[in-house]
């Protein structure tokens, strides 16, 4: 069955740099796109970065952009975040979710790893 | 940036009810629209795509429709199960989710 483990998360000073891991399996990862989502404390979602099957290109949103990067080691099934400049409004839950394939949605989400932006 | 708005926040509703949620989005997003369940501690699952195509393992009581900028789904007959935030999210022009609506026992 599809699997989506995230780790990486933690407390970090804002300013300061943090790396997220999302490890598949149970689906050839390799064959699709992976998203970035995440939810700050009692509040809603906001995506965040999308990177297609092949790496090959990458979005993200206005709100990260130009701090964090979205990565793949396809050999690893393993889809990454490299967040750098983190602020205080980054603190949220972060997600990785598996693109579906027919439609431009997620049909499975990992259960999050917690980052914390605080001195 | 397409902004989706639901309504409303918190709808209470008692077991075997009906629960219509609605969302409405600011630009056309023709039937490019999703919906999501998130309990507690979660992660969001997914129930419509499509605006009315029920995702795999949905089971019927759960329905949508709409097209352009509104957009419903409803939930014939409450069981417990079904108490939980529920979220749209257009993905015409990647992604943005509305703020959800909560789903509480009356």
Redesign the interface.
């Given at each position: 069955q599809v699997q989506l483990v995230e780790s990486g998360g933690g407390v970090v000073q804002p300013g300061g740099s943090l790396r997220l891991s999302c490890a598949a399996s149970g689906f050839t990862f390799s064959s699709y796109g992976m998203?970035w989502?995440r939810q700050a404390p009692g509040k809603?979602?906001?995506?965040v970065a999308?990177i297609r099957y092949d790496g090959s290109n990458k979005?993200y949103?206005?709100s990260v952009k130009g701090r964090f990067t979205i990565s793949r080691d396809n050999s690893k099934n393993t889809l990454y975040l490299q967040m750098n400049s983190l602020r205080a409004e980054d603190t949220a839950v972060y997600?990785c979710a598996k693109e579906?394939g027919v439609?431009?949605?997620?049909?499975y989400?990992?259960?999050?790893t917690l980052v914390t932006v605080s001195s | 940036e397409i902004v989706m708005t639901q309504s409303p926040a918190t709808l209470s509703v008692s077991p075997g009810e009906r629960a219509t949620l609605s969302c409405r989005a600011s630009q056309s997003v023709s039937s490019n629209l999703a919906w999501y369940q998130q309990k507690p501690g979660q992660a969001p699952r997914l129930l419509i795509y499509g605006a009315s195509t029920r995702a795999t393992g949905i089971p019927a009581r759960f329905s949508g429709s709409g097209s352009g900028t509104e957009f419903t789904l409803t939930i014939s007959s409450l069981q417990s199960e079904d108490f939980a935030v529920y979220y749209c999210q257009q993905y015409n022009n990647w992604w943005t989710f509305g703020q959800g609506t909560k789903v509480e026992i009356k």
């Open positions: 998203h989502v809603g979602l906001e995506w999308f979005y949103a206005d997600y579906m439609a431009f949605v997620s049909d989400w990992g259960q999050g | -």
